[in-house]
């Protein structure tokens, strides 16, 4: 079954803040192919996508892992300039990433949800599972979600966050958290998707300190 959502611009394309409804209708069709076109917002000045095109959703595969891995590099690289150190950036590794997302995949609880063009180009992914710190009050972890630059702020994010949300709902996982750089201008997105910060912790990134943010969800369904 297929659901085509056209938007048909930028007002449009920003109505992604799911209801109960939508999330729990998304849930039916985890697994099977989700269709949205997007298109650039000038007025944002994302104007690098030439033409309107169709964006795909589904539940990946350890297949997956190199395609994602080069979108989580890349997305670092256009997303985090300017705010961790260069010579982090430049040290990522795709290998190392997708060796490490292969791993993932053999993890109970697992789950990956990716967001592609027709073409079966991969711009954009949601992974989350088993959290990593277990003396969290929290059921599941977000580890990561990532887009392109060029996807960014369309809703693409919004359905790939939901796509998760509703496998963790229908794996008995009602709670979740996430990590994120409070220096992070995207920290906003967590927000707008009903996540709380519950707590702060330091990380060294480049060998620089810097804080990252917990954002928690008590209840997701
Ligand atoms: C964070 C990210 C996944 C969000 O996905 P997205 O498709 O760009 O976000 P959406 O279009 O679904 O935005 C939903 C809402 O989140 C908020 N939001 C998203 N990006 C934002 C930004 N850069 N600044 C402020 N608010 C933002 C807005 O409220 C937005 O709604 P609006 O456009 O109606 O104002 C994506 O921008 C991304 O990959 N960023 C770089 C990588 C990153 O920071 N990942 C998270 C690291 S933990």
Same mark, same amino acid.
């Given at each position: 079954?297929?659901?085509?959502?056209?938007?048909?611009?930028?007002?449009?394309?920003? !109505?992604?803040? %799911?209801? &109960?409804?939508?999330?729990?209708?998304?849930?039916? /069709?985890?697994? *099977?192919?989700?269709?949205?076109? $997007?298109?650039?917002?000038?007025?944002?000045?994302?104007?690098?996508?030439?033409?309107?095109?169709?964006?795909?959703?589904?539940?990946?595969?350890?297949?997956?892992?190199?395609?994602?891995?080069?979108?989580?590099?890349?997305?670092?690289?256009?997303?985090?300039?300017?705010?961790?150190?260069?010579?982090?950036?430049?040290?990522?590794?795709?290998?190392?990433?997708? !060796?490490?997302? %292969?791993? &993932?995949?053999?993890?109970?609880?697992?789950?990956? /949800?990716?967001? *592609?063009?027709?073409?079966?180009? $991969?711009?954009?992914?949601?992974?989350?599972?088993?959290?990593?710190?277990?003396?969290?009050?929290?059921?599941?972890?977000?580890?990561?979600?990532?887009?392109?630059?060029?996807?960014?702020?369309?809703?693409?994010?919004?359905?790939?966050?939901?796509?998760?949300?509703?496998?963790?709902?229908?794996?008995?996982?009602?709670?979740?958290?996430?990590?994120?750089?409070?220096?992070?201008?995207?920290?906003?997105?967590?927000?707008?998707?009903?996540?709380?910060?519950?707590?702060?912790?330091?990380?060294?990134?480049?060998?620089?300190?810097?804080?990252?943010?917990?954002?928690?969800?008590?209840?997701?369904?």
């Amino acid at each position: 079954m297929w659901i085509a959502a056209e938007l048909v611009g930028c007002d449009a394309a920003k !109505r992604l803040e %799911r209801t &109960r409804h939508e999330r729990a209708s998304l849930l039916s /069709f985890v697994g *099977e192919p989700l269709t949205r076109s $997007v298109r650039p917002c000038m007025a944002k000045g994302n104007m690098r996508n030439a033409k309107e095109q169709e964006i795909t959703f589904r539940r990946a595969t350890v297949a997956d892992s190199a395609a994602v891995a080069r979108v989580h590099v890349q997305s670092w690289r256009e997303s985090f300039k300017g705010i961790v150190p260069q010579s982090f950036l430049d040290k990522m590794s795709v290998q190392d990433r997708a !060796r490490a997302f %292969r791993k &993932r995949f053999h993890d109970d609880d697992y789950r990956m /949800f990716i967001a *592609e063009t027709t073409k079966n180009t $991969v711009i954009g992914f949601a992974d989350s599972g088993k959290p990593r710190q277990i003396d969290r009050p929290y059921q599941a972890e977000l580890y990561a979600i990532y887009l392109l630059r060029d996807f960014q702020r369309q809703g693409v994010g919004g359905k790939l966050f939901a796509l998760g949300v509703e496998s963790l709902v229908a794996d008995g996982m009602n709670s979740m958290y996430v990590l994120t750089l409070e220096a992070s201008p995207y920290k906003s997105f967590y927000e707008k998707m009903g996540g709380r910060v519950v707590d702060r912790e330091a990380i060294m990134i480049g060998g620089l300190k810097y804080t990252e943010l917990v954002y928690g969800w008590n209840s997701l369904s």
